[in-house]
């Protein structure tokens, strides 16, 4: 999963940085409005942690620019700006959760999960489909009930695949969700990644559609 930070405070998005980054996320930062307006118009994340308090522009006009031009990717407001008429002004403006500093970073991740599977259709927050259980809160994957260990890779992968079941994926779009920008790879760096996974995983979860993608398919009731 692929998530941006808007945060000008430093060390507040060091911390949240770190957080994400042992949280299996693949998280990217900026810290001026103006920008992360622009990046969020312009590329695609699974969840942006937003800030209001940002120079150039604020983050709540940041936030009504996004969603009139039907962005719709989840967004977690940060702030320090504590009255409840700020919480129900950022979220009339299309938030999907509002947290006040300071927060608890446990909290923060579990905001995160619970926007990206409502965003995704998921209700519950373990993801089931078939012998593969994926829970985002201890990072564990188990088949048929027994632990599989992944590298951070194969995790957002097979996490993307589960949150996207139902519909092929594109090897484009898993490329842009499952590395941040500046990260260097190999132009066949999913195909090798999802051989990865179907070999550790060991069973018949995800399909290849020539041309098109990569297919997991609904989980059944």
Known sequence: ?????????????????????????????????????????????????????????????????????GRRMPVLVLTARGSWVERVEGIDAGADDYLAKPFRMEELLARLRAIIRRSAGQAAPVLVNGPVTLDPRQMKVTVNGVPVHLSPQEYRLLSYLLHHAGRVVPQLELTEHLYAQDYERESNAIEVLVGRLRRKLGVDLIETRRGFGYFVAEAKS
């Open 1 to 69: 999963m692929r998530l941006l930070v808007v945060e000008d405070d430093d060390r507040i998005a060091n911390d949240i940085m770190t957080a994400l980054a042992a949280a299996g996320y693949a998280a990217e930062r900026e810290k001026d409005g103006e920008e992360a307006w622009f990046r969020g118009d312009t590329e695609d994340f699974d969840a942006i942690v937003l800030d209001l308090g940002l120079p150039s522009m604020d983050g709540l006009a940041v936030l009504k620019r996004w969603r009139a031009a």
